[in-house]
Structure formats: structure tokens, C-alpha cells
């Protein structure tokens, strides 16, 4: 027989059990049920992060009066990085207000209402209910306007070539034009100027030729070589737009030049200031093809420059070259177009070497580099201390580099640094969609620092274009 009693007991016991534990329930948070559920899971699963994180970043134009699009960041979550890249003529960047996603529990400092200088970089710090806090940098890339000046002809008058013969000689409002001597020579003269000139020159001859010449000065000038080949090399190497030797303090500012042999060769010219350089299909031969070299020369300063080859009509080597000298910085530039199989964007070589001056080091920023075919940036053969921050590269050449000269030597590398004296680095850089994706740096152990990225495209920086005003004399 069935004891009834005692089923009814025990359901009994169950029901007053079952009671207490719904009251227990009931007078239980949900946060303390989740406590308590974390608690019981075992050790690997016992921990959840707490959510400290930017999810977006933005800079709105519907927020922030003259600028013409949206700014888009792109959250680099591992190094805690936001980039953003600004285009200075739409907006005073020094006050923008930024629309900054983050969890609801979470705060921010500096608070997003709150318009920020992003002309540098700028630290957010997030902060969770429980306290958490995790920085974030916000790094800006500043894209110049293009500089536009306003055209002249009016009072520029027609010349000759012109021999300096005193210090402080002042050439200006000329339009040289020259096939059998350089367009303007200068030797042993300081304090020269040379101020709204255009000069075109041709034969075994240069635009501007000096020597000991220190204190020189050329500004708002337009130099070309007027009878170049349709494309290819010009006869030999000796026809650059501008060159000079042993002089000091050399300020080059707002000059254009085009098809010379090399646009830009200095000789142990100490301390030159090169500012807002406009250059066009530099045509070599070998050794020259460069915007700008640097040869025994000590320090030096070119920012704010451009230079556009087109492979099928440039005769390139190094876009720029630093050889045999050191100290040189070289910023805010963009340089399209290399169609040298053994030349680089920027080459610093043979600091340590005979002959050379300045000892080694070398900086090169904020400069964008375009359809490269041997490399980007190297340190070289003796050189170190170069430093290679903020530099952007795509549209890499592999294979064919056209007109005949065959395939990259280097099988289209990025940054380099064989037989160098090391400290070399590589900082914040990028390079979308290499050709050769497997050959961005070598060797890496001559590198001390290697930090770029790939994952992300840009919009290049604008070249210089420069139209030559009547500046008046002074």
C-alpha cells in the first residue's frame, strides 16, 4: 500500500523550498544575479572585460562651419591610434568639434562638445563605470592648400643671360632666354637677388650656375630647359635648372623648374632653406634626375614641395639625394613618378664615406610618394640616423618601368637600409596595396624602429602649383 501521508509530506517539504527560494529571487537585483552567475563560472571564463573602447570617430561637417565633407577616422584598436587626415583650406583646424562614438555607461575627456586644435595630436581617455580608463591619440594629417598666385607678364622685360659682377646685385622682372651660356651665372659675389625671373635656357648650360656665392637668394622664379626631347634623357648630365657650390645660407623659395637635368644640385652649400618647390620630369641622364641633391652639403631644410614625372617622358634617378651629407630635413612634399631602376624616392648614402661633411642623421616627414618603382625611402652604404616619420606610399611599380629601362633593381622594395651605420626608424608610416607586399622593409635589423600600416588608403597631398606674380622690388 501507498503511505499518501507521506507523498503529501514530501511535496509539502518541496513546495516550502521551492518558496523560498522565488523569494529569495524576487528580492535579488539583476545585477547581483549576474554577479553571482559570474562568480560560479569556472576560472578561464570567470573575468568579463569591461567595455572602455571608441568605437567611432568623426569629424562632421554638418558640425563644424567651412568644412566640406565628413572627416572619417580610422581607429588602428591595438595601438590605441585615430587617424585623421584634414584639409586645411576648408576649415580653421584648430577648432573643430568631433562626434565621438563610446558605450553609454562610459565618459570621455576632453569632453566631444568641446572644440579641439587638431593641427597636433590630440589624447582622449575613456572612462568606464568601474573606473577603467584607456587613452586614445588622435594623430592628424594636415594636407596644405595648393599655393595659387596670381599670374604676370606685364613687366618682365626680355634678356639676355646675365653675369653678376657685385655683391648684393639685385636681377629681377627679367624673361631670360639662352642657348649659349648659363641664364644667370654668379661667382664670388654675395647677398645676390634674383626675384621674378623666368629663364629659359638650352644646350650644355644651366638655368642658374654659382659659385661662393653665399647669402643668395632666388625667389618667384620659373626655370626650364626649353628644348628637351619629347621624352627620354637630355644629352648629357650637365644641364640642371639650378646649380651651386660652396655657398652658405641659400634661400630658394617659390620657383618652379622643368625638364633640366636635375631641377635642384647643390655642392657643399651649408644651411639652405628650399621652401615651396613646383618640379616637372626631371631628365637625367644618370647621374642626375633628381628634384634636388645634396652633395657634401651640411643641414639643410625643403618643405613644402612637389614633384611630377611622367614615366613615359622623365629620365629619374633618386627624386631626391643626400649624398654625402647630413642633417638635411625634408618635409611636406609629394613626389609622383620613378622610373629608375636603380633610383628611390629619397636616398641618404655615404654619410661615413670619404669626402663626406655633417657626420650622418637625417629626417624625412609628411612627404607622399606615387608610383615608385625601386623604392620609397632608404639609409645606406654608411649612412644612419635617418628617420623616416609620417611617410604615405601607393601605387607601387612592379615589373616594366617603361621606355626601355627595364624592371626594378630592388624588386620594387619599400624602405631600405643595407650596409648602414643603424638608428634608423620608421614611424607611423603607410603603404597601401604594395605591388610586392612581401618586400617592405630590408633588412628589418637595421631598422630600430619599424611601425607602418597597410590596411589603409589616402587621399595624396596637393601638389605645389605656382603661377609667378609682378612682385614689386624692395
Not at 158 to 171: A, H, K, Y
Request: proline share 4%; aromatic share 6%.
Amino acid at each position: 500500500m501507498v503511505n499518501l501521508f507521506s507523498i503529501n509530506s514530501n511535496l509539502i517539504s518541496l513546495l516550502i523550498v521551492s518558496l523560498t527560494i522565488l523569494e529569495l529571487i524576487s528580492c535579488s537585483s539583476d545585477h547581483d544575479i549576474l554577479s553571482e552567475t559570474v562568480i560560479n563560472l569556472p576560472p578561464e571564463e570567470s573575468g568579463v572585460a569591461p567595455i572602455v573602447r571608441i568605437f567611432d570617430f568623426s569629424i562632421q561637417s554638418a558640425d563644424n562651419e567651412g568644412l566640406k565633407s565628413d572627416i572619417i577616422g580610422v581607429i588602428d584598436e591595438e595601438k590605441k591610434i585615430i587617424y585623421i587626415q584634414i584639409d586645411s583650406s576648408s576649415t580653421l583646424i584648430e577648432e573643430l568639434t568631433p562626434t565621438v562614438a563610446i558605450d553609454r555607461e562610459s565618459t570621455i575627456e576632453p569632453n566631444t562638445d568641446t572644440p579641439q586644435d587638431f593641427s597636433d595630436e590630440v589624447t582622449y581617455t575613456v572612462t568606464n563605470v568601474e573606473g577603467a580608463e584607456v587613452d586614445y591619440t588622435v594623430i592628424p594629417t594636415v594636407v596644405e592648400p595648393i599655393i595659387v598666385e596670381t599670374p604676370c607678364t606685364s613687366n618682365r622685360q626680355d634678356s639676355g643671360p646675365i653675369i653678376v659682377t657685385e655683391n648684393n646685385q639685385r636681377i629681377e622682372n627679367l624673361h631670360i632666354k639662352t642657348s649659349n651660356q648659363h641664364g644667370i651665372e654668379i661667382n664670388g659675389f654675395t647677398g645676390v637677388v634674383i626675384s621674378n625671373c623666368i629663364i629659359e635656357y638650352t644646350g650644355a648650360y644651366m638655368g642658374i650656375k654659382f659659385a661662393k656665392a653665399d647669402n643668395l637668394t632666388i625667389k618667384n622664379c620659373s626655370i626650364k630647359y626649353s628644348n628637351a626631347p619629347t621624352s627620354g634623357p637630355l644629352p648629357d648630365a650637365t644641364r640642371n635648372c639650378i646649380e651651386g657650390f660652396d655657398t652658405e645660407n641659400l634661400v630658394i623659395t617659390h620657383v618652379k623648374v622643368e625638364d633640366g637635368s636635375t631641377g635642384i644640385r647643390l655642392d657643399q652649400c651649408d644651411a639652405s632653406v628650399l621652401t615651396f618647390i613646383e618640379g616637372h620630369n626631371m631628365r637625367g641622364p644618370f647621374p642626375r634626375g633628381q628634384l634636388v641633391q645634396y652633395d657634401k652639403c651640411i643641414g639643410g631644410l625643403l618643405e613644402n614641395f612637389s614633384v611630377i614625372n611622367d614615366t613615359e617622358i622623365a629620365w629619374t634617378e633618386d627624386n631626391i639625394s643626400i649624398y654625402k651629407s647630413a642633417g638635411q630635413q625634408i618635409k611636406k612634399g609629394l613626389i609622383i613618378g620613378n622610373n629608375s631602376p636603380t633610383g628611390v624616392g629619397v636616398m641618404f648614402e655615404d654619410q661615413n664615406t670619404e669626402g663626406a661633411r655633417g657626420g650622418t642623421g637625417g629626417l624625412v616627414e609628411d612627404v607622399d610618394f606615387l608610383e615608385m618603382g625601386n623604392g620609397v625611402a632608404s639609409s645606406v652604404e654608411g649612412s644612419g640616423n635617418v628617420t623616416f616619420n609620417r611617410l604615405r606610399a601607393k601605387q607601387i611599380i612592379c615589373g616594366d618601368l617603361g621606355q626601355g629601362r627595364g624592371q626594378p633593381g630592388s624588386n620594387s622594395l619599400i624602405f631600405a637600409a643595407f650596409d648602414t651605420s643603424g638608428g634608423n626608424k620608421i614611424i607611423d608610416c603607410i603603404v597601401y596595396e604594395s605591388c610586392n607586399p612581401t618586400n617592405i622593409v630590408w633588412p628589418e635589423y637595421n631598422f630600430d624602429v619599424i611601425d607602418y600600416r597597410n590596411d589603409i588608403d589616402f587621399e595624396p597631398r596637393s601638389a605645389i602649383v605656382l603661377d609667378f606674380a609682378c612682385l614689386p622690388s624692395n
